[in-house]
């Protein structure tokens, strides 16, 4: 059964201080990985996607890389704007399966 | 810019009624796609359509159907309310094979 997990659940930083969000996935059929900004009470808001291993995309302080097996996304020196639930999904036979989402919140 | 649209943002409705939510883009996108999303269940789809007057069982298909009438156009009827349909609403739209665009959401509530 196709499977993306997320992990942590929960992530507080220090404004400045960098980190890494993990999102691994078990699907068949494979089609693209996206990335996603979630604000409370509204609907998520699209980042980035990508296709294969290897690949990087970046936004801002944002960076997202790819593996056969995971994708990792990379916040550099985050500000307090950047405190969201961030989720990721994997496209799979035409469907977009998402993670639980790792929230993160940036204090001053 | 894509834009997706949703009916109402917050709605209040009795056990047994019929609800109608709406969903408007855009971009001409062929896929449409309605979710709902509770704390610690993630975002769960629950119909979606690949072109007009077409449509799919997603995951959580009961107590829910949509309607795709015009392409620009999906709406999600619940036919009998229940108060475990209490949710966020989200619809997105996308081309094939691609990201998905969500509107901003509708929250519902049945009491």
């Known amino acids: 059964e196709d499977q993306v997990t997320q992990s942590p659940e929960a992530l507080r930083l220090q404004e400045g201080e960098s980190s890494s969000l993990n999102c691994s996935y078990t699907?068949?059929?494979?089609?693209?990985l996206f990335w996603y900004r979630q604000d409370p009470g509204k609907g998520p808001e699209f980042l980035f996607t990508l296709y294969s291993a290897g690949e990087e995309k970046e936004k801002e302080r944002l960076k997202a890389t790819l593996t056969k097996k995971e994708s990792f996304l990379h916040i550099t020196a985050p500000k307090p704007e950047d405190s969201a639930t961030y989720l990721c999904a994997v496209l799979s036979w035409g469907k977009l399966q998402f993670g639980a989402g790792t929230q993160v919140v940036v204090t001053p | 810019d894509v834009k997706v649209t949703q009916s109402s943002r917050y709605l209040v409705k009795r056990t047994g009624e019929k609800v109608f939510l709406e969903c408007v883009q855009d971009m001409d996108h062929e896929n449409m796609f309605w979710y709902r999303q509770d704390p610690g269940l993630g975002l769960r789809l629950i119909y979606f359509s690949y072109d007009v007057k077409m449509k799919e069982k997603g995951d959580i298909p009961e107590g829910y159907s949509v309607s795709r009438e015009k392409k620009e156009r999906f709406s999600l009827i619940l036919e009998s309310a229940s108060t475990n349909q209490t949710s966020m609403y989200l619809c997105?739209?996308?081309?094939?094979?691609?990201?998905?665009?969500f509107g901003p959401g509708t929250r519902l509530t049945v009491l």
């Open positions: 997105a739209s996308s081309l094939s094979g691609t990201e998905q665009f």
């Open positions: 699907v068949s059929g494979l089609r693209g």
